[in-house]
Nanobody, 114 residues
Framework: QVQLVESGGGLVQPGGSMRLSCAAS????????MNWYRQAPGKQREWVAI???????NYADSVKGRFTISRDNAKNTVYLQMNSLKPEDTAVYYC????????WGQGTQVTVSS
């Protein structure tokens, strides 16, 4: 059974930083491309970042230069370091793993507010 468990969300002030983690089990983690998505209230889920199994990264324009995705294959974990956070970054953040199928975590809430 595949499980993706996000952690690290919470409340942060504008301009602050936060790191999200996603721990995977039940898949061959090193073989999977890992994504982060987010969904703000009343909006569609949007893609945020990807790291391929070869550690190639790409980002949505809205987060480029502020967010960094990384992975630790020894820990079966993907991270999202978020810096210079803005109120518009407020959303539920979801981890996504793509191997032969696609898998989703349950999400973690990130709120950027003063």
């Amino acid at each position: 059974q595949v499980q993706l468990v996000e952690s690290g969300g919470g409340l942060v002030q504008p301009g602050g930083s936060m790191r999200l983690s996603c721990a995977a089990s039940g898949i061959i983690f090193s073989r999977a491309a890992m994504n982060w998505y987010r969904q703000a209230p009343g909006k569609q889920r949007e893609w945020v970042a990807i790291i391929t199994r070869g550690a190639v990264t790409n980002y949505a324009d809205s987060v480029k230069g502020r967010f960094t995705i990384s992975r630790d294959n020894a820990k079966n974990t993907v991270y999202l370091q978020m810096n210079s956070l803005k109120p518009e970054d407020t959303a539920v953040y979801y981890c996504n793993a793509v191997d032969l199928s696609a898998y989703w975590g349950q999400g973690t809430q990130v709120t950027v507010s003063s």
